[in-house]
């Protein structure tokens, strides 16, 4: 079995006003100095077989079709050891 | 002049859509579920609102991969009128009919109200029967409502009048750049929007200001 973690956020530049709204709860909360909070996604992904290398190119051409949206997110595939 | 509306779980604007496909074409749209892979012969293919895949992920986004979305991409590059609304919308450039992605409101709250809206475009398949300028009462009802595309492409579609439609007098729900609410490909046969004009079509609604966009999209197909 071969885990992974994904992680999908807004690229730079794109509005995020759940990120800003939250920095507003942080403030509230009273924890100062925090310059901006973006918000994005993990998927935990188990994949069946042992080869890496096969389960990274898949990984990201599920990125590439459904987890990430290009026209406003970036994604990070990580492979756990 | 004959229409086909698709169904995917999650959508709640299919009844008012096919009410309105219905009473203004004279006949009653085919339904296509989600699953076909081919849809039948007709003029005009709508995508209506509501929440398909209860937004898991993102708007649209999973709606967008099934299978009858691809028959809907193929009957698009024939040329076949293709109009989504609200959700439908969403789903149309998730399936990367349309440029751009529809964002939450900036204002982070569902917003249902009547906004208005302005003619940009009135030389579309889908605004014929509107004047550029003109400027409607529409219902909207979303929570992620607020276009965004990068800025060569607003650029693009500004200069090339693919913004058909956009918030005006100050009634932008949403926060979408440029106050855009509705758009079109470049082609000019697949339109999104965000306002509900099915919701506009009659006396019982207290206005018809959506209607001529259905007579647009109805009568100018053979």
Known sequence: MIKARITVTLKNGVLD???KAIGGGLAALGFTGV???????VFDVELEGTDKAKAETQL???????????????YQVELHK | ?????????????????????????GKPPVTVWQTETEIPDVDLIVIPGGFSY????????????????DAVRRKAAQGVRVMGVCNGFQILTEAGLLPGALMRNQGLKFVCREVKLSVENAETAFTSHYSKGQVLRCPVAHHDGNYFADGETIDRIEANGQVVFRYTQGTNPNGSINDIAGIINEAGNVLGMM??????????????DGRPLFESALELVS
């Open chain 1, 35 to 41: 310059h901006s909070v973006r918000q994005g996604k």
């Open chain 2, 1 to 25: 002049m004959k229409s086909a509306v698709i169904l995917l779980p999650g959508l709640n604007r299919d009844r008012d859509m096919i009410a309105a496909l219905t009473k203004i074409g």
């Open chain 2, 54 to 69: 209860g937004d898991y992920l993102r708007c649209g986004a999973i709606a967008a991969r099934m299978p009858v979305l």
């Open chain 1, 60 to 74: 990201q051409a599920m990125c590439e079709k459904l987890l990430a949206n290009l026209v406003i997110e970036d």
């Open chain 1, 17 to 19: 006003p759940q990120g």
């Open chain 2, 195 to 208: 306002p509900h004009p099915e919701n506009l079509i009659e006396a019982a609604h207290g206005g018809n």
